[in-house]
């Protein structure tokens, strides 16, 4: 019954913004850490933030620090991603995940969203 759907995502030109929203349902949201991934056609599939909302403690990746922020909304236990700035190589697929471990490894992720595609123009 655990469920996320990510929406949100769009076309934009560079230096634009989107939010990515992730709605949970099934699960007690503040016991899971929760991030978005993303990939790129031929790509693997790539960490891009993850919170651990027992603590609030976060990682982002490097290239997305300043840009995109993570927050969540518990009332709506719903998960979010303001990302700023948008640059090209931001293009992809973002899939939000739930797991029991704070991890940037998608491994150890146990539910995901269906995706939502980002298309960032020059």
């Known amino acids: 019954q655990v469920q996320l759907v990510e929406s949100g995502g769009g076309l934009v030109q560079a230096g634009g913004s989107l939010r990515l929203s992730c709605a949970v349902s099934?699960?007690?949201?503040?016991?899971?850490?929760m991030g978005w991934f993303r990939q790129a056609p031929g790509k693997e599939r790539e960490f891009v933030v993850v919170?651990?909302?027992?603590?609030?403690?976060?990682y982002y990746l490097d290239s997305v620090k300043g840009r995109f922020t993570i927050s969540r909304d518990y009332a709506k236990n719903t998960m979010l991603l303001q990302m700023n700035n948008l640059k090209p190589e931001d293009t992809a697929v973002y899939y939000c995940?739930?797991?029991?471990?704070?991890?940037?490894?998608?491994?150890?992720?146990?539910?995901w969203g269906q995706g939502t595609q980002v298309t960032v123009s020059s």
């Open positions: 995940a739930a797991g029991a471990t704070y991890s940037r490894n998608y491994d150890d992720y146990d539910y």
């Open positions: 099934g699960l007690t949201f503040k016991n899971y850490a």
């Open positions: 919170a651990r909302w027992s603590d609030g403690r976060t």
